[in-house]
């Protein structure tokens, strides 16, 4: 990807990264008694420069409680992906999208806890340091820019000694995060910053990622 693509949140940003999102095929998995979920991938301006928002849960949660995260929650009775992301947002981190902010959608990913996760791609563009963390839910908001994210020594493969698959994770200016976050961050690396059709459900969670 060009340069001025990874530095400018801008118009010629945006139509690239559409152009490789819609290019991508994602792959869907069945639900069978999995529980649907839904986290977003928002786009949007720290600095000048594009980034993805990422937020760290709250302490108060009983599940993952501080673990690094991206907006999104279960689906309600009858809601898509699309849909529960855009309420998330609004619900976690006072961002409200509409629904031509949505780019497209990324492949699921099936997590060691029961989940089946759809990463749903958005762009916001704005700046960011306005929003506000729900703080049942989240205890800060973070950013990750494209320039860190297309690092090449940002992606981590290590062997689990649990399972022999490989664990993946993303070395970033806030903190190491692990799968399933980090599956979705490598993901839009790849698809969307990069143009490259790489998939990412064989790669495996750290241990105190399953329950």
């Known amino acids: 990807m060009q340069t001025s693509v990874l530095d400018n949140c801008d118009d010629q940003t945006r139509l690239a990264i559409t152009q490789n999102v819609v290019s991508f095929h994602s792959e869907r998995q069945p639900l069978g008694e999995l529980r649907a979920a839904a986290v977003a991938i928002v786009i949007a301006e720290h600095h000048g420069r594009p980034s993805v928002l990422l937020t760290r849960r709250s302490g108060k949660l009983r599940a993952h409680s501080g ?48 989940y089946r996760i759809t990463p749903i791609v ?24 494209f320039s860190e994210l297309a690092d090449p020594s940002a992606p981590q493969f290590d062997e689990a000694p649990e399972s022999g698959r490989i664990v993946l994770s993303m070395k970033l200016n806030v903190d190491q995060i692990y799968a399933p976050t980090a599956a979705f961050l490598y993901q839009f690396r790849e698809v969307a910053i990069l143009g490259r059709h790489t998939r990412v459900l064989h790669y495996d969670q750290p241990r105190f990622a399953w329950q």
């Open 67 to 114: 673990q690094w995260a991206l907006p999104g929650g279960r689906l309600d009775n009858g809601e898509s992906a699309a849909d529960a992301a855009l309420r998330e947002l609004k619900e976690e981190i006072n961002l409200s999208l509409p629904r031509n902010a949505i780019i497209g959608r990324l492949d699921d990913y099936i997590t060691r806890s029961g």
């Open 122 to 145: 958005l762009w916001s563009g704005r700046e960011s340091q306005h929003l506000e963390p729900n703080p049942d839910e989240v205890a800060s908001i973070h950013t990750a820019s």
